[in-house]
């Protein structure tokens, strides 16, 4: 009978449990996590943020799936060493397990970028419920935040903070919004709704200090600019969290190295979720986390399954704003696009081909043929019998299938 270790309880660390019990119905499955809150989605945290959502409310696996699928899930049990001679993963209190297939899928961290004054009290970033928190005891006694970074991250959970009553500003260094989602000029339309909204925007600004004060902070920022706030949420991305790399001889680059097996090159470990970097590239988004895990844990189960990647897509989790974006967004305007915008409805679409195949899409207040659009992008199809239509309202997107 084999052991299972899954060091990990998120995303990529359920989706291989998944994928091993439906394989293996008889082997052992461990699974470790440094927090003390079953499986739960982390992109609702803005929405905890705002009180719309209670931890049950996006709790996705709960105690009795854990029971049902004979998963053995140690809570508040961070791992601190990986004996890998041995086989054996040893947690803060000492605890010492034995397994036969180790996954790695201890995610990431919060980037906390150098800025002077990042660390003191009242200066957040957001990750985890704990985080959320945290956040939410502070806003109950300010009226005035400041969010380090215009992101989707930092976009929602600005937003949060706003309807809880506080006067958001946002520090973003690109010139735009979302610079990974948006162009140009979708990002402008995004701007100009989010302002009517109530929130302030500083853009192409780099922070370059934040003073404390009595009661609150002074954001500096480069060009001379001070902003006065209660509190202040940095979201700044993601690092993997490669604490392990002491016990481990991991290749790290921007992530752990892992094939398309999402083996580490070590014996009998696999890493997954955004822990890793495959083929050069580094994700950090949910739907390649659960992918990578699929793969990772029906690999350990005894298959043969590859990882070819993931398109990345996104969406903006903000009341009263429709926005998708996958694939390749083109913001420097290089290759092909068929984009139709119209200022008085607020819409912008933007769909980039590359030889007659859609391979990214920006879709602004209407959000029409989103799925069919992704789908068509994972599929490569060529659209050159319809592509001249395909910006027209009444558009068929059933045709993408």
């Excluded at 913001?331 to 139709?340: F, H, L, Y």
């Amino acid at each position: 009978m084999t052991t299972y270790s899954i060091i990990g309880n998120g995303v990529a660390g359920n989706s291989a449990a998944e994928s091993i019990r439906k394989i293996d119905s008889q082997g052992n499955i461990l699974m470790f996590s440094k927090e003390k809150y079953y499986f739960y989605y982390m992109p609702a945290l803005p929405e905890y943020l705002a009180g719309r959502k209670q931890v049950k409310d996006f709790t996705i696996h709960n105690e009795k799936w854990y029971d049902q699928n004979r998963i053995e899930l140690h809570l508040a049990a961070e791992i601190v060493e990986v004996e890998a001679p041995q086989k054996a993963v040893v947690t803060k209190s000492g605890r010492r397990f034995s397994y036969d297939k180790l996954l790695l899928a201890c995610g990431g961290n919060s980037f906390l970028p150098p800025i002077p004054g990042s660390q003191s009290p009242g200066v957040y970033t957001l990750r985890t419920i704990d985080d959320a928190e945290r956040i939410r005891r502070r806003a109950q006694q300010c009226q005035k935040a400041v969010v380090i970074g215009g992101g989707l991250l930092g976009l929602e959970a600005g937003n949060g903070l706003r309807q809880v009553g506080l006067e958001i500003s946002v520090v973003e260094f690109f010139p735009r919004l979302l610079p990974r989602q948006m162009d140009v000029a979708g990002a402008a339309l995004l701007k100009s709704q989010m302002e009517e909204m109530g929130f302030h925007f500083y853009l192409g600004a780099k922070t370059q200090e934040i003073i404390p004060e009595k009661d609150g902070f002074w954001v500096c920022l480069e060009g001379g600019e001070k902003l006065n706030a209660e509190m202040v949420l940095i979201s700044a991305g993601v690092r993997p969290e490669v604490a392990l790399k002491k016990s481990l001889d991991l290749q790290i680059d921007k992530g752990v190295k892992v094939d398309d097996w999402m083996k580490t090159g070590l014996e009998g470990i696999f890493a997954a979720g955004d822990l890793v970097e495959h083929r050069g590239r580094y994700y950090g988004i949910w739907p390649a986390s659960m992918e990578q895990g699929r793969i990772a844990g029906s690999n350990m189960a005894g298959q043969e399954l590859q990882y070819q990647g993931t398109v990345p897509a996104n969406s903006l989790k903000v009341v009263g704003i429709d926005l998708v974006a996958a694939g390749e967004i083109d913001p420097e305007g290089k290759m092909e696009a068929i984009v139709v915008k119209d200022e008085a409805r607020r819409t912008y679409r933007k769909l980039v081909l590359k030889d007659n195949v859609i391979v990214g899409a920006i879709l602004f207040g209407n959000v029409r043929g989103s799925d069919e659009i992704q789908k068509a992008i994972q599929l490569q199809k060529n659209v050159s019998s319809f592509k001249g239509s395909l910006g027209n309202q009444t558009f068929d997107f059933s045709k993408l299938k």
